[in-house]
Each structure stands twice: as structure tokens, then as C-alpha cells.
């Protein structure tokens, strides 16, 4: 396929989404979409900034200090609500797939799929910004130490 042709089909995506009237399924599935590209874009991302270990150093201790920053800690917390999001998500679609009679109670499962999604990445997330702060206290801590 050509480039053009994949570009067109995202943004023929992108486009639709927003047009189309749909229901809790459509903008459950446009969801779904964008935290798997979140997610596939963070690890390209890794696996780039993990083999830069081996081929500039300089260049990954000056990346490891930019995931550092507050701006990264606010897209890590939203990369562990995105995977939560998309595991839960993707469990529901292979369910109503297996099971085409569940079809009928789409609504239930989406609600169903939205809670389950909260009730696993909160304390997730806590457990995140709760480890942020201390690390930013610890830091700064050690840092009037010397």
C-alpha cells in the first residue's frame, strides 16, 4: 500500500468518527482505536530510546531526563489508563464476538466494560502520582543535601 492511501485512511477514520451519530459502541470503538495507537506509539518509542543505550548514550541520558519532567509523568498516567482502557475494551469486543446473542445487551457491556476500566486503573493511577511525589520529594530532598 502506499503512503497516501494509509494517510487518507486515517483521517477518512479520524473524519467519520466525528460525523457519524453513533452510539456508546462507536465511540467506544474510536476509543479503543486511539489508545491502541497511543499505546503502539509509546512502544516504538521504548524500543527507540532503549537501543539508544548501545548506539548514543549522551543522547538516552539526556531522553531519560525528559521522561523525567512533569509533562511525562502526566502521559505515563494516561499510557496506564489507555492500556487498562484498551485490555478491558478488547476483552469486551472478543466476548460480544464469541458470543454474537450478547449483542443484544451492548449497552450493559459497555457500562459493564467503563466501570471495570475505572475500577482497575484508579488505584493504578494513585499508586503512580503517589510514586511521582515521593520521587520529586526525594530528589529534592537529596538535592539541598548537597
Not at 5 to 33: C, I, N, P, S
Not at 34 to 50: K, S
Not at 74 to 90: D, P, Q, R, T, Y
Amino acid at each position: 500500500m502506499e503512503d497516501g492511501y494509509k494517510m487518507e485512511t486515517l483521517w477518512v477514520t479520524v473524519r467519520d468518527t466525528f460525523r457519524y451519530k453513533g452510539r456508546d459502541g462507536q465511540w467506544l470503538w474510536a476509543l479503543h482505536r486511539i489508545t491502541g495507537l497511543g499505546v503502539f506509539f509509546f512502544l516504538i518509542l521504548h524500543v527507540a530510546d532503549m537501543s539508544l543505550v548501545y548506539f548514543d548514550v549522551p543522547l538516552n541520558e539526556t531522553l531519560i531526563a525528559l521522561y523525567k519532567t512533569p509533562l511525562f509523568s502526566i502521559l505515563e498516567l494516561g499510557l496506564a489508563a489507555s492500556l487498562v482502557f484498551h485490555a478491558v475494551n478488547g476483552v469486551r469486543v472478543a466476548l460480544l464476538d464469541l458470543r454474537p446473542e450478547l449483542w443484544k445487551k451492548q449497552g450493559l457491556a459497555t457500562r459493564l466494560s467503563l466501570a471495570i476500566t475505572a475500577v482497575l486503573a484508579a488505584p493504578t493511577i494513585i499508586i503512580m502520582i503517589i510514586y511521582t511525589i515521593n520521587a520529586d520529594i526525594l530528589h529534592a530532598s537529596t538535592t539541598l543535601i548537597r
